[in-house]
């Protein structure tokens, strides 16, 4: 029982960062691909209202997902930093999709969001690698921590 409640634990973080992860790339190509989709072929141009409740959605999925991943990743490997960066990259979208900004200011802060968010999640994720890789005695547990 306690073994199978870890392996479950041990998918849900893995997979919790990925999702953040993935979510933060599908804002990264909608925000930096959809002008140029739309630049090169104009009838993409009705794409071109996308953003605002995108953004939105976007941020409204990626809160819980990436909260639920930092913390069980703080809980295993009691590292600060992800959950720091996490929480600006959040914060920055999050002022992205509802202050109602200029687009260019609001793409501008996305994408820097997205981006700290994918930062977070991969240092948590290789955070988590490293508990596990010291508890199967592949390496100190304690190094580099
Ligand atoms: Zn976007």
Request: charged content about 10%; some cysteine; proline content about 3%.
């Amino acid at each position: 029982m306690g073994r199978l409640r870890q392996l479950l634990a041990a998918a849900w973080r893995s997979a919790a960062d990925k999702m953040a992860i993935g979510l933060s790339f599908a804002c990264l190509v909608h925000c930096l691909l959809l002008p140029v989709a739309i630049a090169l072929i104009p009838a993409a141009g009705g794409l071109a209202g996308l953003p605002e409740e995108l953004h939105l959605m976007l941020f409204l999925v990626a809160v819980p997902i990436s909260a639920s991943a930092i913390v069980a990743g703080y809980r295993r490997h009691g590292a600060f930093l992800p959950g720091a960066i996490a929480a600006i990259g959040l914060a920055l979208i999050g002022t992205g999709a509802i202050a109602g900004l200029a687009v260019l200011v609001e793409t501008s802060i996305t994408v820097l969001g997205s981006v700290l968010l994918v930062a977070a999640h991969l240092g948590n994720w290789r955070s988590n690698s490293r508990v596990s890789l010291g508890e199967a005695g592949i390496i100190a547990s304690s190094q580099n921590a």
